[in-house]
């Protein structure tokens, strides 16, 4: 530590570098805390979490009761021991609630005043935070499976919507109307991402094992789609070209920087991309447990060297280094299925929902103090005396 320190201070190093070591240190000592607990408010599994990254103070859930929940995650107590208060909550006591499972809720990326929730009752709600009622609200003909607004959009306010049509939707928050729709895919689509680099780059994910990577400002198709074989057709079935799982592909995300794209698929794999070329990096992450029959919320660690993975697997959270595919650890807490995990950048914490009803809060182990034992500090005393006269008592006095 004083080495970076002092690194840092005579120019010699990079000052974010001392920032990405502690950061990479605390995501490295993640464990569940028992002294901070989360509301338990859901009567059924959680499938969705997302914090805002105004402040990192509030975070929403979604669950498959059709509730959904604001908490502050801030310790107003200052205690060492408190609980995640929920300070909001659209219940099954509101006209307004979904009336079957949420399985998307995100904040609006620039303001805290308004949060967009998904659901299977065929509906995407706008919701004004300060009343919690809806703002607007969208109807399609079958069930909503995802959506997701651009974290970085300055020339558009589109909300791309995945639903059991094979067509991806986009809405348009300022007209409040479905302005296009993105055809290529052949199944249902589980989930959908914008890139944190380019603002009209959007990524899709469907049951019929493909991935696509589109820019919204073509009238054309997609970009290109991801090939898991990198256009080697001798190693594909005919069944496997231009596919990027052997299975349902329900899970999406992109590194921090937009680099890279990770993707999960039912075939119990996770692969790596190269989000500009839809390049398979080949990065083997061995078998990553996968029945979900829906969309799996992942994410990625910001701010580390190296960057870290955390997925849903069973009843625990896998931690994976991103580039080197190692399994670094499995967060075990829950008593049943893991659903979604929400990674928190400020503080290099972990949240984490399942079918058990319960968010997980898995916290940094603190930096202990170099205490140096005391036996050794007596045993070293005891030598030095033997050897410089120095350390021995040469004062006399009268009584002896």
């Not at 060492?80 to 998307?104: D, L, N």
């Not at 799996?296 to 580390?304: D, E, N, Q």
């Not at 009843?315 to 928190?344: K, P, Q, W």
């Amino acid at each position: 530590m004083l080495s970076f320190l002092y690194a840092r201070q005579s120019g010699l190093d990079d000052p974010v570098r001392l920032r990405r070591a502690e950061s990479t240190r605390r995501v490295l000592s993640l464990e569940l805390n028992h002294n901070r607990d989360v509301d338990r408010i859901h009567g059924n599994g959680i499938n969705t979490l997302d914090i805002e990254a105004i402040d990192g103070r509030y975070m929403l859930s979604g669950g498959s009761d059709g509730v959904i929940v604001i908490y502050d995650l801030e310790n107003n107590s200052k205690k060492p021991q408190y609980t995640c208060k929920a300070i909001c909550t659209v219940g099954r006591s509101s006209r307004h609630v979904h009336k079957f499972s949420v399985e998307t809720v995100q904040w609006y990326p620039h303001d805290t005043g308004m949060f967009v929730s998904s659901s299977f009752d065929k509906t995407l709600k706008v919701w004004d935070t300060e009343t919690l009622k809806p703002a607007e609200e969208f109807q399609f003909d079958g069930n909503v499976y995802c959506h997701h607004m651009s974290p970085i959009a300055r020339k558009h306010s589109l909300v791309a919507v995945g639903t059991k049509d094979p067509k991806v939707q986009l809405c348009d928050l300022k007209s409040g109307s479905r302005i296009h729709i993105l055809q290529g895919h052949r199944g249902e689509i589980l989930s959908v991402r914008w890139s944190p680099r380019y603002e009209h780059i959007l990524a899709t994910a469907s049951t019929d094992s493909r991935v696509r990577v589109w820019d919204v400002r073509r009238a054309l198709g997609s970009l290109f789609t991801l090939d898991q074989h990198n256009g080697d057709k001798s190693k594909a079935s005919s069944e496997a070209v231009n596919t990027a799982h052997n299975g349902r592909v329900n899970g999406l995300c992109f590194t921090a920087d937009g680099l890279h794209l990770l993707t999960t698929g039912t075939d119990d794999r996770m692969r790596l991309w190269n989000s500009a070329t839809g390049e398979n990096t080949l990065v083997n992450y061995g078998k990553v447990v996968n029945e979900s029959r829906k969309g799996l919320k992942f994410t990625v660690s910001r701010g580390c060297s190296p960057e870290f993975v955390f997925v849903p697997c069973g009843s625990s959270v896998a931690v994976y280094g991103l580039h080197s595919g190692e399994l670094i650890t499995m967060l075990r807490g829950h008593y049943n299925n893991v659903d979604c995990c929400e990674f928190h950048p400020d503080y290099q914490e972990l949240y984490s929902g399942g079918k058990d009803c319960n968010v997980l809060a898995w916290v940094p182990v603190l930096r202990q103090p170099d205490i140096e034992d005391d036996e050794t500090n007596s045993k070293r005393g005891g030598a030095q005396a033997a050897i410089n006269p120095a350390f021995v008592d040469a004062w006399s006095s009268d009584e002896d």
